[in-house]
């Protein structure tokens, strides 16, 4: 059986369609995921990311434990603002990608996937026991809302008095909202603007129905895990178990620029991810616009169209609202660009390569 | 709930086909249960006009934001006839899948096996949701 979270009842209510992900219940969509995407770049969207897992790290060596536990230099950042970084293992493999928040000089905040904060959890115990910091995994008292889209900004105004003007991109705030304590941040997986609310789990109930309730002249609508996947897709964010996996480095996804080798000390993966930061990976992470219309999906190969012969692989695709063809993300070997093509059910369809992402928001 | 019309009769691959009045052509869609478990349907690839297929054949597909499925041929026959106008608007695959959103019809060669009455659909996807 399939966890449900703290919003399940309010799912219910609204009609969605549940879903499994990663062994939690979940809103796939609520009506047509299309309008929920569209919402999102052009309104506002409401969106429950509850499976998501909170781990506090706290203490006076809390920032140096997490320096030796991740590849981020993360002792450096200061309260209040945050950092993507990623967990890998000796051999450089990524375990999770990671969102952490610095929420005090000695207290520290890491949202892991939910697939993984299990293991993450684990993982951070084990490596901080040599420094003077607790690890404790607080998911199951945490909910996760988020408003993201442009209008995002005007509803979470109307229900609270904090500085929203002046809270940065990856940057948390502590706030009331509605009444209700939460932890604001300007972060977010759609490439538009927004916030995600961390709130105790018995206060989720009566945060989404008051940004409903707020975000309705704005256009808000609830929006489902579908809407959420085709929007950090066109928005060229990495899915774990898609983009990024045990067998891959940060390097081999492109995203070797969190890997901090200028951070003081060792940290877990530095000897096997060191050789590899001048080396050109043997595959690149590239988007993909299809030619025709049918979808270039997750694992489906990407081939040479003169010979057919395998060149690559598709990590993530799916029909584009904003683009209105299909776009995938794939890994190809080398610098290839041209005559590409992915093998779809047996038949080789015509794609384009482009730099990611496929959109970006005007600022 | 969705829709199982009473008209109509059904296919274990949640397609439903109606009879034309000259007995020998079916005209073949898929249930609003089906189109409801796709979500929105982006892309329908429907069979050639005046191919022949045999029953079971996949000859179509209908894809949506997050999955894709085959168009099985309820019964061995020619294909006289597509709906271009779902090929243009695949939503109507959604928005009215009993009526806009057929998607082929099929002259008959031999008679279908296997059909469902809309009770016996009812049945099916009642232990399927």
Redesign the interface.
């Given at each position: 059986m399939s966890r449900p979270t703290p919003l399940r009842g309010v799912h219910e209510a609204l009609g969605a369609?549940l879903t499994d992900f990663a062994g939690w219940l979940m809103p796939?969509?609520y009506g047509?995921?299309?309008a929920e995407h569209n919402a999102v770049r052009q309104a506002a969207g409401l969106f429950d990311l509850s499976h998501m897992g909170e781990i506090f790290v706290t203490g006076p060596q809390a920032g140096e434990a997490l320096d030796y536990a991740l590849v981020g230099h993360l002792s450096a950042l200061e309260p209040g603002r945050a950092r993507y970084t990623m967990i890998v293992d000796p051999d450089g493999g990524v375990l999770d990608d990671l969102i952490v928040y610095r929420l005090a000089a000695d207290e520290f905040m890491v949202v892991a996937n939910a697939s993984n904060y299990p293991r993450v959890a684990a993982e951070l115990t084990g490596r901080a026991k040599d420094f003077d910091a607790a690890v404790d995994d607080r998911s199951e008292q945490y909910a996760l809302v988020a408003v993201q889209g442009p209008n995002s900004r005007a509803i979470l105004g109307e229900l609270t008095d904090a500085d929203l003007d002046g809270l940065k991109y990856y940057a948390g705030l502590p706030a009331t909202v509605a009444g209700i304590q939460v932890l604001i941040a300007r972060t977010g997986y759609t490439g538009e603007d927004g916030f995600e609310l961390f709130a105790a789990a018995g206060d989720a109930e009566p945060l989404w129905a008051a940004l409903t309730e707020a975000g309705a002249p704005h256009g808000l609508v609830p929006a489902g895990l579908?809407a959420r996947d085709?929007l950090r897709l066109e928005a060229g964010m990495p899915l774990y178990g898609n983009e990024l996996t045990a067998e891959l480095t940060p390097f081999d996804a492109g995203l070797g620029r969190v890997v901090k080798f200028d951070k003081p000390g060792d940290f877990v993966g530095r000897a096997a991810l060191e050789p590899l930061k001048d080396v050109p990976p043997a595959r690149r992470l590239v988007g993909l616009i299809a030619t025709g219309?049918?979808?270039p999906?997750h694992g489906y190969p990407v081939v040479v169209a003169d010979d057919g012969a395998v060149v690559g692989e598709v990590t993530s695709g799916?029909?584009s609202q904003t683009l209105g063809r299909p776009i995938a993300m794939a890994y190809v070997d080398g610098d290839r660009s041209e005559g590409l093509a992915v093998s779809i059910?047996g038949t080789h369809e015509a794609v384009e390569v482009v730099d990611l992402p496929f959109y970006r928001r005007k600022k | 709930m969705s829709s199982i019309p009473g008209d109509l009769q059904y296919t274990k691959e949640h397609e439903w086909v109606a009879g034309i009045d000259d007995g020998l052509t079916l005209t073949v869609g898929v249930t609003a249960y089906a189109a409801e478990a796709l979500g929105d349907v982006v892309y329908v690839q429907v069979p050639e006009v005046g191919s022949t297929v045999a029953a079971g054949d996949a000859v179509g597909e209908v894809e949506s934001t997050k999955s894709v499925s085959d168009i099985f041929a309820p019964v061995g026959g020619e294909i006289t006839e597509v709906n271009e106008s779902v090929v243009d608007d695949p939503s109507l695959v959604n928005s009215d899948p009993y009526g806009e959103g057929w998607l082929f019809r099929i002259r008959m060669e031999g008679e279908p096996e296997d059909l469902l009455s809309a009770e016996e659909y009812g049945v099916l996807t009642s232990g399927e949701s």
């Open positions: 369609t796939l969509r047509s995921e299309s579908s085709t219309r049918r979808v999906r799916a029909p059910r | -």
